[in-house]
């Protein structure tokens, strides 16, 4: 019973696993913030477009 213990304690696989998804999880943040910014942007260009085609 104490190996096993002393094998979870030790155990860093599953740390690495949750430090890797917390990685993921902070690119798709900057992803989509940078996606929303870029989608307003064109929004914005493409209302002007059509306001001046009118």
């Given at each position: 019973?104490?190996?096993?213990?002393?094998?979870?304690?030790?155990?860093?696989?599953?740390?690495?696993?949750?430090?890797?998804?917390?990685?993921?999880a902070?690119?798709?943040?900057?992803?989509?913030?940078?996606?929303?910014?870029?989608g307003?942007?064109?929004?914005g260009?493409f209302t002007g477009?059509?306001?001046s085609?009118k």
């Amino acid at each position: 019973m104490k190996n096993i213990v002393r094998h979870f304690i030790t155990d860093q696989s599953a740390a690495t696993s949750i430090e890797y998804g917390l990685i993921a999880a902070g690119i798709s943040l900057a992803i989509i913030s940078i996606v929303t910014g870029l989608g307003t942007s064109v929004k914005g260009k493409f209302t002007g477009i059509n306001t001046s085609l009118k």
